[in-house]
T-cell receptor, first 113, second 109 residues
């Protein structure tokens, strides 16, 4: 078990471009969460999946953001038409059922120029 | 709306002394509270948790106290070690997690 992995670790893009991040959770974990963290703040909830079903989306998740978990394993987070305000660390976490402990990946740091 | 708050952005403690990190919350429906530790360039790592039905949980040098009437929890680290220097986030959960803004702990040798 290698823990939660995220790719890429860093992404620099120009405003208006689309970006996609990938998260591979711990294999037996059925819940997968996406968070966004900006400097000086704690992680902010974006969305979560139970297996392949997306159960909740934050109001922070505008129409430019979409997340999928097609087979209930890995997940992707896509941001379309990126804006400078999207620059942040995007964290993925997974858990087993309603176990309160979530395991976090190292994050993907997005910089929008 | 910030449902979980950490009002101290930083804390400096001498090695061997006690570190006390504080957290306040507003939603009395939260069922679990957790503390995470974060080093630069890494994701948060789980430290310790407490159920809303308890008032204390201890794990080695780490103890979390929950005061439900005050909607307050604290993390005690005794004795503090230089390796404890990191950013500490408290989180509360009701299906999804709500995080505080973090407290940067510096343990001086």
């Amino acid at each position: 078990d290698t823990g939660v992995s995220q790719n890429p670790r860093h992404k620099i893009t120009k405003r208006g471009q689309n970006v996609t991040f990938r998260c591979d959770p711990i294999s037996e974990h059925n819940r997968l969460y996406w968070y966004r963290q900006t400097l000086g703040q704690g992680p902010e909830f974006l969305t979560y999946f139970q297996n392949e079903a997306q159960l909740e989306k934050s109001r922070l998740l505008s129409d430019r953001f979409s997340a999928e978990r097609p087979k209930g394993s890995f997940s992707t987070l896509e941001i379309q038409r990126t804006e400078q305000g999207d620059s942040a660390m995007y964290l993925c976490a997974s858990s087993l059922g309603r176990d309160p402990e979530q395991f976090f990946g190292p994050g993907t740091r997005l910089t929008v120029l | 709306d910030q449902q979980v708050k950490q009002n101290s952005p930083s804390l400096s403690v001498q090695e061997g002394r006690i570190s006390i990190l504080n957290c306040d919350y507003t939603n009395s429906m939260f069922d679990y509270f957790l503390w995470y530790k974060k080093y630069p360039a890494e994701g948060p790592t789980f430290l310790i948790s407490i159920s809303s039905i308890k008032d204390k949980n201890e794990d080695g040098r780490f103890t979390v106290f929950l005061n439900k009437s005050a909607k307050h929890l604290s993390l005690h680290i005794v004795p503090s070690q230089p390796g404890d220097s990191a950013v500490y986030f408290c989180a509360a959960t009701l299906d999804k997690f709500y995080f505080g803004s973090g407290t940067k702990l510096n343990v001086k040798p």
